[in-house]
C-alpha cells in the first residue's frame, strides 16, 4: 500500500534525519529548506524539492516542522497561509509550552490541525529502536498520524494540551543540559589537575551511568519520597550534602572555573538549610526550586 506523502519543512541535521527515515519507510517525502543547498543531500535519496513554503505545503496533507524555535515556523509559513486549511501540522522544533499553545491557536484560526512534539533522541538514532518523540495535540489527529509516524520513533502520545509535548520535552532537556554542564564543569576540575579529558571521561562517564541505579537502589524511590512530601534524612541529609556543595565552590573558586552553575547548586541546600531543614534528605531542595528566584 502507499504510503502517506509527508512535507518537511526545515533540512538540518534532524529535519534530514527524519527526511530519509521517512524515505526508506517508503513515504514520498517533499522538503523546503531557507537555505535550499542543505536539502540537496536528501534530494540526492530521492526527496522532492519544493521551490517555496507554499508549494511544500501544498504537496502534503502531513506537513512535519523542524525549524530552531517557533518564532521559525511563523517565517517559514507566512509566505503559505492559503496553502494551511486541512492540513495537519506536526511541529517537532523546541520552544515553550506558551508559544505551543499559541501556535496551535494560530494554525486553527487558519484551518489547520497541530500537534505538536518533541524528538528525544540526536539526529543520528532517528528511526532506532532507541528512539521515542512525545506528542500532544488532539486526540483524532494525534491518531491518525501517530501511527505511521512511529518509523522516526516511538511515538508517546501525553495529551490533548498542546503545550505537554514541549513541557516534556523540556523537562528532559533541563535534566540533559545540566548534566552536560556538569560534566563539563567536573571534566574542568580535573583538567586544572593536569588530567586529560579522556582520563577524566573514563571515570565520570560511569557514575553518569550509574546515576539512575543510585536513585532507584533505595527502598523508596526518589519519586515516593516526592509525593508523600516525606524527607527522611537517614542516609544523607541537606546539611552533609550542602557542606559538599560548598567545597565544591570553593575549589572551583581555587581553579579559577566558572561558579554559576556550583552558585546554583549551593543555594538549593543553603535555602532547604536556612528553612530549617538541614536533617531532611537531599530531595528537600525541591522546595527551593519551586520557590522562585530569590
Ligand atoms: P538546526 O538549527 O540545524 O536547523 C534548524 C532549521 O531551522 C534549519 O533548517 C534552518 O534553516 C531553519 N530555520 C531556523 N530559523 C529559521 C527562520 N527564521 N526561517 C526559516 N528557517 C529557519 O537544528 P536541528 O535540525 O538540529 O534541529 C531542529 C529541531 O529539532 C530543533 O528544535 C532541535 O531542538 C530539535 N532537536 C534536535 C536534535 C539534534 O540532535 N540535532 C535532537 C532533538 C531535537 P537554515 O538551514 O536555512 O538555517
New binding site residues.
Given amino acids: 500500500s502507499r504510503k502517506t506523502a509527508v512535507t518537511m519543512l526545515?533540512?538540518?541535521?534532524?529535519?534530514?534525519a527524519m527526511t530519509r527515515t521517512l524515505l526508506t519507510a517508503g513515504h514520498p517525502v517533499t522538503v523546503w529548506?531557507?537555505?535550499a543547498s542543505?536539502a540537496d543531500g536528501v534530494v540526492a535519496d530521492g526527496a522532492t524539492r519544493a521551490a517555496s513554503p507554499g508549494e511544500a505545503v501544498a504537496a502534503s496533507d502531513l506537513v512535519i516542522l523542524?525549524?530552531?524555535?517557533y518564532?521559525?515556523m511563523y517565517?517559514?509559513l507566512g509566505s503559505a497561509l492559503d496553502s494551511l486549511s486541512g492540513r495537519t501540522l506536526i511541529n517537532?522544533?523546541?520552544d515553550t509550552p506558551d508559544r505551543s499553545r499559541q501556535a496551535a491557536t494560530w494554525a486553527a484560526s487558519h484551518g489547520a490541525h497541530f500537534v505538536t512534539g518533541?524528538?528525544?533522541?540526536?539526529?543520528p538514532m532517528v528511526g532506532t529502536a532507541a528512539a521515542y518523540v512525545y506528542y500532544s495535540g488532539p486526540a483524532p489527529e494525534a491518531r491518525r498520524h501517530l501511527d505511521e509516524l512511529a518509523v522516526l520513533g516511538e511515538p508517546r502520545y501525553l495529551g490533548e494540551d498542546p503545550g505537554l509535548a514541549q513541557m516534556m520535552y523540556q523537562a528532559q532537556l533541563a535534566l540533559f543540559l545540566t548534566t552536560l554542564s556538569g560534566l563539563m564543569h567536573a571534566t574542568a576540575m580535573l583538567g586544572a589537575a593536569g588530567m586529560k579529558a579522556t582520563e577524566a571521561l573514563r571515570e565520570l562517564l560511569p557514575a553518569a551511568d550509574s546515576l539512575g541505579d543510585i536513585l532507584r537502589s533505595g527502598e523508596d524511590t526518589p519519586g515516593a519520597a516526592l509525593d508523600a512530601e516525606e524527607h527522611p534524612g537517614d542516609l544523607s541529609t541537606v546539611t552533609m550534602m550542602g557542606a559538599t556543595a560548598n567545597h565544591i565552590v570553593d575549589t572551583s573558586t581555587s581553579l579559577g572555573l566558572d561558579l554559576a552553575l556550583p552558585l546554583a547548586v549551593r543555594s538549593h541546600y543553603r535555602r532547604a538549610y536556612e528553612h530549617g531543614h538541614g536533617g531532611d534528605n537531599w530531595t528537600r531542595i525541591i522546595d527551593s526550586i519551586r520557590a522562585g528566584t530569590e
Fill in positions: 526545515g533540512i538540518g541535521p534532524m529535519g534530514q529548506n531557507r537555505t542543505r523542524s525549524l530552531t524555535d518564532q521559525a517565517d517559514v517537532l522544533s523546541s518533541g524528538v528525544m533522541v540526536p539526529a
